[in-house]
Each structure stands twice: as structure tokens, then as C-alpha cells.
T-cell receptor, first 113, second 115 residues
């Protein structure tokens, strides 16, 4: 399983764009990159998944360079409600990211007024 | 239902007692997972079920932990002779077998406190 490294915490203000970068130097050919969001007292929630280049949905964008050794989750114009822990996961895509995904401690994003 | 349902939402038990945690996955999801999350920590994989295949139990921390999935739907995680270190939030998730693009759907978890 590819190990991921991401910042422990980040601070931002409402209306700002937030970029969270995740390193995954030993990503395998079959691996997809998936990001989850977790609020206190809730289970993680799927945000976005990608394999290469750029993926965009109604919530976020995911940028993946050609070597795929890192990825950046971009949250446009964050609000207070985006305060949460964000997890970057890497695994094969057969079952939505792998059958034994390793969740690290994630990045605690704090958004202030 | 529309989401993954877990019960009970909270459970307080005495050390040494057995507990059963229940997970109702999304209808049609063939893959089901159990994770454990201790306070301030990431998620720890416990066990994985996929269809009729033998479950992947490699994450179970000890033989006091077991899980079953009946009829390819509801799953029960059983912890025997609970210890204080078992206190955590136990999360269940389900996904389509070919879940690429949608990931897992998690329940809200069962908060287990062993006193």
C-alpha cells in the first residue's frame, strides 16, 4: 500500500482558496487517489477521486502531476463549514480505492471568519 | 435506506463484557468494511467483506474481535471480553464492487466506551 504524507493542519479564512497537497512517492500503476472529508462525530465522506491530470466536481478539484507522486486537493472559496479533517488515500480502484485503504491522521483544516 | 446505518450510536459497557455492533449497508453494495477510530487518530482497518468471498480479517487486532455478514447484507462486529483499549468509534462503510469514482459510503459510527 502506498504511504501518503500530508500536512497535519492548515488555517484559512472564509472566501479563500485552500490547496492541500499529499505526497505519495511509491504510488503504483493501478492506484487511484481519493480524498475524504470528516466532520466531528461523523464518518468520512467521499469528496473526489482521480488517476491523473485534473478532476473537478461540484465540491473540489484534484490536481495530479504527470509523475503522480503527489496530488493537490483544491477547495474554492472555503466557508466555516469546510472546517474538517481531510484524508488523502491511495489504492487500487477496483473497490473505490482499494480493499484495505490506509487512512492516516489527515489534515485538519480550520476556516475562520 | 439511503445511507449506511449503524447501531447503536453509543454503547457503554463494562470491562469484560461482550458487545455487538451492527451495520446495515447501502442496498446493492457488495463490499462492506469495518474501521476503528480512536480519539484524534486516523482510521484503522479491521475487516473487509466482498460478496461471497472469504472476508479479509487481517486488520482484526486480536481473537476477541470477530465479524460476520449474513445474506450479503447486514454485518455484525462482535468484541468479546472488552478491554478499555477497545474504546473507540467503530465505523462501517460499504461500496459497489466496482466503486471507482464513488469511493466508500460511511455510517456515522458506534462510539464504544469500555469502563
Amino acid at each position: 500500500l502506498a504511504k501518503t504524507t500530508q500536512p497535519i493542519s492548515m488555517d484559512s479564512y472564509e472566501g479563500q482558496e485552500v490547496n492541500i497537497t499529499c505526497s505519495h512517492n511509491n504510488i503504483a500503476t493501478n492506484d487511484y487517489i481519493t480524498w475524504y472529508q470528516q466532520f466531528p462525530s461523523q464518518g468520512p465522506r467521499f469528496i473526489i477521486q482521480g488517476y491523473k491530470t485534473k478532476v473537478t466536481n461540484e465540491v473540489a478539484s484534484l490536481f495530479i502531476p504527470a509523475d503522480r507522486k503527489s496530488s493537490t486537493l483544491s477547495l474554492p472559496r472555503v466557508s466555516l463549514s469546510d472546517t474538517a479533517v481531510y484524508y488523502c488515500l491511495v489504492g487500487d480502484g477496483v473497490t473505490g480505492g482499494g480493499n484495505k485503504l490506509t487512512f492516516g491522521t489527515g489534515t485538519q483544516l480550520k476556516v475562520e471568519l | 435506506g439511503a445511507g449506511v446505518s449503524q447501531s447503536p450510536s453509543n454503547k457503554v459497557t463494562e470491562k469484560g463484557k461482550d458487545v455487538e455492533l451492527r451495520c446495515d449497508p447501502i442496498s446493492g453494495h457488495t463490499a462492506l468494511y469495518w474501521y476503528r477510530q480512536s480519539l484524534g487518530q486516523g482510521l484503522e482497518f479491521l475487516i473487509y467483506f466482498q460478496g461471497n468471498s472469504a472476508p479479509d480479517k487481517s486488520g482484526l487486532p486480536s481473537d476477541r474481535f470477530s465479524a460476520e455478514r449474513t445474506g450479503g447484507s447486514v454485518s455484525t462486529l462482535t468484541i468479546q471480553r472488552t478491554q478499555q483499549e477497545d474504546s473507540a468509534v467503530y465505523l462501517c462503510a460499504s461500496s459497489l464492487a466496482e466503486g471507482r469514482g464513488s469511493g466508500y459510503t460511511f455510517g456515522s459510527g458506534t462510539r464504544l466506551t469500555v469502563v
